[in-house]
């Protein structure tokens, strides 16, 4: 009765030939499960529709966590929830005039945009989110949120904070979402100089505080402390939203290309409230952008200047 | 034949504590160090269960974790074939084993396993990891005999509750 493994050893301790043979046999499988993964997109599909089966278990696993966090709400007392009113009303005020001006500038600018016939209008729409308690392996370089296909996310949006881009959906269920992060290796983002207008592409690094510049010329005009915006070209992320700022150029002799190193404005590891921006984009979206990345001249593309917000 | 789809019911019921516990949020610095806790429940139920011993089973274990954090697909499953078969290995020494000598080896196996992921975190292109990264062992080192006397304990009561 205390012999619960009977039968079983027999079973599984075959001679360790035999045993080495199967590990190889799972170490090619794995292997190969990695490498289509990593290259191909035969996976994509699995991965889409486990993501809908993993929903339960990602909600059942927060909710003890968002058990606590309403809890410590309901505790909170009165006079700090006072202040921090005062605090937001404040900061409304502040954003609401600002938004005036801004509102000035569209109407403004579209009727420039009138003038030089250019055919593209980009209506965008805000959608809120917050990051899911769930911590994703850090090496994946994605995080949950909590909206999903119920609240119209679809992949390939661009999702944003206060500080700056974050990154873009690539999986929908139908109350979460993965967002692949600008520091993901395989993400590359068409980005502008604020100071000079120079285009190039901005690549993930692997690091949660560094993005790669790679393919600029030796005589670029760029200094640690410029600031990266989104170009808009791609037709994924609208223009004009701050991305990283430069923090150091290199020009190795001997190379074709300088690199560049800069730091994503956004806190890619401590967001935790996201804007997801849906583009109304005029024809069918371009490529994912992860394709870029093995196909670095993809900005030069005809096809890919949808955005032209070069005149 | 019922006692074996009652532990079952058990081994079942530890995996899925272990995957909610794998991703339970914690905070940023004490991320990298977090125990690999499916690994550890697998070792214990390997040792004192003889249950999940073949190298399939630990492939689908590895899979599922993959599915579930994110992962390059395989990337946990080479680690816990590797894991198991290593653990066979070894297995008649491990379970006799005074308890502090069992959570050194154990801290040994999941050391190994760190090394496998790292080589594929490199390959990956994902730079290195921060040097905290590597106590996660040593944490599964400390936890061990606390889970090993945790899990006795409630395979015992089961066994008890159904005699």
């Given at each position: 009765m205390n012999i619960p493994d009977r039968g079983y050893t027999s079973a599984s301790t075959g001679d360790l030939a035999g045993r080495t043979a199967r590990l190889m046999v799972y170490v090619l499988l794995a292997v190969i499960l990695m490498t289509m993964d990593y290259r191909g997109r035969h996976v994509e599909k699995v991965r889409g529709a486990v993501i809908g089966?993993?929903?339960?278990?990602?909600?059942?696993?927060?909710?003890?966590?968002?058990?606590?966090?309403?809890?410590?709400?309901?505790?909170?007392?009165?006079?700090?929830?006072?202040?921090?009113?005062?605090?937001?009303?404040?900061?409304?005020?502040?954003?609401?005039?600002?938004?005036?001006?801004?509102?000035?500038?569209?109407?403004?600018?579209?009727?420039?945009?009138?003038?030089v016939d250019a055919s593209e209008q980009l209506e965008t729409r805000f959608l809120t989110a917050e990051l899911r308690n769930i911590d994703l392996n850090p090496?994946?370089?994605?995080?949950?949120?909590?909206r999903g296909a119920r609240h119209g996310v679809r992949p390939g949006l661009a999702v944003i904070e206060s500080e700056g881009v974050v990154g873009q959906v690539e999986q929908v269920a139908s109350r979460s979402a993965k967002v692949i992060l600008i520091?993901?290796?395989?993400?590359?983002?068409?980005?502008?100089?604020?100071?000079?207008?120079?285009r190039t592409i901005a690549y993930g690094s692997g690091r949660t505080d560094e993005l790669r510049l790679t393919d600029l010329p030796m005589n670029v005009d760029l200094e640690p402390g410029d600031t990266l915006m989104t170009s808009g070209l791609g037709g994924r992320f609208p223009a004009g939203l701050p991305v990283a700022e430069i923090t150091a150029v290199q020009r190795p002799s001997g190379e074709a290309f300088?690199?560049?190193?800069?730091?994503?404005?956004?806190?890619l590891g401590s967001i935790r409230h996201l804007l997801v921006i849906e583009l109304e984009a005029p024809g069918p979206l371009p490529g994912l952008v992860p394709e870029a990345a093995a196909e670095p001249v993809v900005e030069f593309d005809p096809d890919e200047l949808t955005a032209g917000e070069d005149p | 034949m019922s006692a074996r789809t009652q532990s079952s019911g058990l081994l079942l019921l530890t995996l899925a504590f272990g995957l909610a516990l794998t991703l339970m949020p914690l905070p940023d610095a004490l991320e990298p160090m977090r125990p690999y806790w499916v690994a550890m429940?697998?070792?214990?139920?390997?040792?004192?269960?003889?249950?999940?011993?073949?190298?399939?089973?630990?492939?689908?274990?590895g899979l599922l974790m993959d599915f579930f954090t994110g992962t390059l697909l395989g990337q946990h499953a080479l680690g816990l074939v590797i894991l198991v078969f290593l653990l066979e290995r070894f297995r008649n020494q491990m379970r006799f084993f005074p308890p502090w000598q069992q959570a050194?080896?154990?801290?040994?196996?999941?050391?190994?396993?760190r090394i496998v992921q790292l080589w594929i975190i490199l390959l990956g292109g994902h730079?290195?990891?921060?040097?905290?990264?590597?106590?996660?062992?040593?944490?599964?080192?400390?936890?061990?005999?606390?889970?090993?006397l945790l899990l006795d304990f409630m395979r015992r009561r089961q066994r008890l509750l159904r005699s």
């Open positions: 089966l993993a929903e339960p278990v990602f909600l059942a696993v927060e909710s003890p966590f968002r058990l606590a966090a309403s809890l410590r709400a309901n505790v909170r007392d009165y006079q700090t929830l006072l202040a921090e009113r005062d605090r937001l009303e404040r900061s409304l005020r502040e954003s609401e005039a600002r938004l005036l001006l801004v509102d000035e500038l569209a109407r403004e600018n579209t009727e420039l945009r009138s003038l090496y994946s370089h994605r995080v949950l949120i909590n520091s993901d290796p395989d993400h590359a983002l068409p980005v502008r100089v604020q100071r000079t207008g120079l300088a690199v560049a190193q800069a730091r994503p404005l956004a806190g | 429940i697998l070792i214990y139920w390997n040792l004192e269960g003889g249950r999940l011993r073949y190298l399939g089973q630990a492939f689908v274990l050194m080896a154990v801290f040994v196996l999941l050391l190994n396993e730079g290195w990891p921060v040097w905290t990264w590597w106590l996660a062992p040593v944490v599964a080192m400390l936890f061990w005999p606390w889970l090993f």
